[in-house]
């Protein structure tokens, strides 16, 4: 008995060999041959997919008005937009729009905010994934404008600002750019959309969250320093994390038994006599305030109003006196010169007072004739 044995070749096989194949795991049901890679997408279309003619890229495109041109229209969407941006039957962009420095009437939009309306994280991939759209990096006249507007904030001076126009992001994106969007309704290429098997009303974007009637739509979800970027959100430090799972941890447990009623009122009178003796300390020692570099002492504490009697002359009440003494500094210094006080002035002082003061100027004036000679 002889045996024949065929070399095998390597790799893959070519195409057209699943045909010649006899195996009934390579037949479907219907005993046509399977076919092998990725079963095919189901008809209808991605609802989030960007809809354009398939020969506008076949076109050479033409930079005008800081759009790339690319000489197809369609009639029906030119009836929602104007040139300049602006939309028509009352329709709203979902992101802010704006003019700029130097650039007329035009509408435009930051690159970033479109980019997160339409799912992207940055606007590197939005420009990236389409290519009908043009970005324009501003000069430091029109940026400085911009953060004088409270368009951007006054952080991005020494950055890139990538802005884009408005009416190329309704051209590309259609419904899915305007609040409540209805797909064909707000697309700009209906007759793509009717090809493609859209259905007419449905909404372009069903995550959008719509406010209600009468309020105005937040176009501030997508701005970076609003909270639409996670670098400006806060992330919580190691430290909260393991102290909230330490507390988690060692949460008390409610008392089972019928004496949780005592205990309640037992730490609540605990806590009321720490509240006490804390306040009878402060009472004493008083509040020091940083802030103001000063010892304050509770109100409760101090005198309200004050009341002077005259009191005759007599050895069980003696008649107070004030005393004044100061001393002449013999090295030049800060010191307080009476020399210059008005005579009227000391004339209202008391009699010692008016004394002392007059001691004072005398050895001010030979101190002064002293330094002079």
């Not at 101090?302 to 004030?322: C, G, K």
Request: hydrophobic share 30%; proline share 8%.
């Amino acid at each position: 008995m002889s045996y024949e044995t065929t070399k095998r070749r390597r790799g893959r096989p070519p195409k057209g060999s699943y045909v010649q194949s006899s195996s009934d795991d390579d037949e479907d049901d219907d005993g046509r041959p399977r076919r092998r890679g990725r079963p095919p997408k189901p008809k209808g279309g991605n609802p989030n997919a960007t809809v354009v003619p398939k020969d506008l890229y076949s076109h050479r495109p033409v930079l005008e008005d800081d759009e790339l041109n690319f000489g197809v229209v369609d009639p029906e969407g030119e009836k929602k937009v104007n040139e300049l941006g602006y939309l028509n039957g009352g329709r709203e962009y979902r992101c802010r729009t704006f003019t700029c420095l130097g650039r007329g009437s035009r509408l435009y939009m930051l690159s970033t905010e479109p980019a997160r309306a339409m799912g992207y994280r940055d606007s590197y991939l939005l420009f990236l994934k389409h290519r009908s759209l043009h970005k324009i990096i501003v000069d430091d006249s029109e940026k400085w404008d911009l953060i004088e507007r409270n368009i951007i904030p006054h952080s991005y001076k020494g950055r890139a600002v990538g802005i884009v126009a408005a009416r190329s992001i309704f051209r590309e994106f259609g419904a899915r750019i305007i609040v409540g969007g209805r797909r064909i309704i707000d697309d700009y290429w209906e007759a793509e959309y009717r090809a493609r098997g859209y259905a007419e009303g449905e909404l372009a974007d069903p995550d959008d969250k719509l406010p209600p009637p009468g309020m105005p739509y937040n176009r501030n979800q997508y701005v970076a320093w609003h909270g639409a970027s996670a670098v400006y959100h806060s992330q919580p430090s190691s430290y909260d994390s393991q102290h909230t799972a330490l507390t988690r941890r060692k949460k008390k447990e409610l008392p089972k038994d019928d004496s949780w009623l005592l205990q309640h009122v037992q730490s609540a009178t605990a806590y009321n006599l720490d509240l006490v003796h804390l306040l009878e300390r402060k009472v004493e020692t008083g509040y020091f305030e940083p802030h103001t570099n000063l010892l304050h002492v509770p109100a409760s504490t101090q005198p309200t109003s004050t009341r002077w009697r005259n009191v005759a002359d007599s050895h069980e009440f003696p008649r107070p006196t004030l005393s004044v003494v100061m001393d002449l500094q013999p090295l030049p210094g800060p010191q307080v010169h009476l020399l210059e006080v008005p005579e009227e002035l000391i004339a209202t002082c008391p009699q010692a007072v008016q004394q002392a003061i007059r001691e004072r100027q005398q050895q001010e004036l030979a101190l002064a004739i002293n330094t002079s000679v």
